[in-house]
């Protein structure tokens, strides 16, 4: 009996985007020295939308607002990063893209031992993004710490396994996600994934940068 070729593609798929910023050294030198000395009460976010930790400084969401020429470096490389996966995946035309007005908050995190952050989405963006900093002291004994881990969207998709489906390849496999990190590393997903960052057990500090921007149309 003849048949068709059978044809299998991705269903309900999650687009996370990464690339590194070359020769970040310097602007990440740059950034730690300023982001450090504003870890302070000046600057922390007054109206956390989760228990804060001692081992976790959040600031405020206006970071890109910031005159300093590395926060602007950075505000660059990233929105262009995002713009581009943006048009990249909608199929938008530069004139497409010329009539989006995109929003943002933005803001850093200083982690110390014993610090993450709980699992959370943000529900009022549409795309959000990490930069990180400074990745902190590795902790051979410890693979997760400090990770930025995603979580299995589909409920029930390991409800049941076997050996038919235990080996599924990328992306049809399930289960969660975990990236350790490095200076200069950008990464860029939909603001609906829920994500959390593990438990850091390094003995100096993780920085990151995070965004999530929402957008509108010019009339």
Not at 11 to 19: D, E, M, Q, S, W
Not at 48 to 72: A, G, K, L, Y
Request: charged share 20%; glycine share 4%; net charge negative.
């Amino acid at each position: 009996m003849e048949q068709t070729p059978l044809q299998i593609f991705a269903l309900f798929a999650a687009p996370v985007a990464t690339r590194m910023l070359e020769d970040a050294d310097a602007l990440n030198h740059e950034l730690e020295t300023l982001l450090l000395a504003r870890e302070n009460e000046q600057y922390r976010n007054p109206h956390p939308t989760h228990m804060q930790q001692q081992e976790v400084f959040e600031s405020n969401f206006d970071m890109f607002r910031w005159s300093e020429p590395c926060i602007q470096a950075l505000r660059t490389f990233m929105m262009e990063s995002i713009l581009e996966v943006v048009a990249d995946l909608n199929g938008h035309t530069p004139e497409d893209m010329a009539k989006l007005v995109v929003r943002n908050h933005t803001w850093f995190h200083v982690s110390r031992h014993g610090g993450s952050f709980v699992a959370h989405n943000h529900p009022m963006a549409s795309w959000s993004a990490v930069y990180c900093v400074r990745g902190g002291e590795p902790v051979p004994e410890r693979q997760d710490s400090g990770v930025l881990r995603f979580l299995d969207h589909r409920p029930g998709s390991n409800m049941f396994m076997d050996p038919a489906n235990v080996k599924l390849r990328v992306p049809f496999n399930f289960g969660h996600y975990s990236m350790r990190l490095a200076p200069g590393q950008l990464v860029i997903f939909p603001s609906y994934l829920v994500h959390e960052v593990a438990t850091f057990l390094g003995h100096d500090t993780r920085i990151t940068v995070a965004t999530n921007c929402w957008f509108t149309t010019r009339a």
